[in-house]
């Protein structure tokens, strides 16, 4: 069993949808949950962190926690074509040494 | 600088070559990983450097792999012997961890491109 996994699509949307990304963990000790984005040949940079359960917003991005269920989801309100990138899942391994990352999910949204 | 440096961008090795990669973090980053990313794939944890030490090598896929890190900065992934299953993307990242702003991110450089042919 892989420490995090996302369907890895692809996932397409239009325009001005909601996209939804999903992601399950299997370290139950993890605290510290992740959002990349990485465009195609880029390095992936961070769009959001989630460390409580429960709902974090930013701007159009919304990060929901539920430790329970081992499960981390990404929603993208208003998609834009410029949200078009693989958004990769990462959990800090309970040591903190570690950084899981799952193999990412492919959004494309449609203008 | 301002963000990872990591070099060279591309290399195109022959089979049986030994090749270094280098990592320039962040100043003051005090931890600094590698990993690696195939083709449509995640991002595969090699090795965690905190400081100049390796608290975690688990993730060197074989003895050819090594990493050293300098002077709690610069960052060395020598490949020996390359083989073609060696060509990736290596991802270089560093973080203030274990300091004030430590947030968990990692900042990821621009990634190293191994081809072996």
């Known amino acids: 069993q892989k420490e995090v996994e996302q369907n890895s699509g692809p996932l397409s949307v239009p325009e001005g949808a909601i996209a939804s990304l999903n992601c399950t963990y299997s370290?139950?000790?993890?605290?510290?949950f992740f959002w990349y984005r990485q465009y195609s040949g880029k390095s992936p940079e961070l769009i959001m962190s989630?460390?409580?359960?429960g709902d974090k917003e930013d701007g159009r991005f919304t990060a929901q926690l539920n430790k329970a269920s081992q499960y981390v989801s990404l929603l993208i309100r208003d998609s834009q074509p410029s949200d078009s990138a693989t958004y990769l899942c990462?959990?800090?391994?309970?040591?903190?040494?570690?950084?899981?990352f799952g193999t990412g999910t492919s959004l494309t949204v449609i203008p | 600088g301002a963000g990872v440096s990591q070099s060279p961008s591309n290399k195109v090795t022959e089979k049986g070559k030994d090749v270094e990669l280098r990592c320039d973090p962040i100043?003051?980053?005090?931890?600094l990983y590698w990993y690696r990313q195939s083709l449509g794939q995640g991002l595969e944890f090699l090795i965690y450097?905190?400081?100049?030490?390796?608290?975690?090598k688990s993730g060197l896929p074989s003895d050819r792999f090594s990493a050293e890190r300098t002077g709690g900065s610069v960052s060395t992934l020598t490949i020996q012997r390359t083989q073609q299953e060696d060509s990736a993307v290596y991802l270089c990242?560093?973080?203030?961890?274990?300091?004030?702003?430590?947030?968990?991110?990692?900042?990821f450089g621009e990634g190293s491109r191994l081809t072996v042919l």
């Open positions: 100043s003051g980053h005090t931890a």
């Open positions: 989630i460390y409580s359960n």
């Open positions: 990242a560093s973080s203030p961890r274990g300091l004030a702003g430590d947030t968990g991110e990692l900042f």
């Open positions: 450097f905190q400081g100049n030490s390796a608290p975690d």
């Open positions: 370290d139950r000790g993890s605290q510290s």
């Open positions: 990462a959990v800090q391994s309970n040591t903190g040494n570690q950084f899981y």
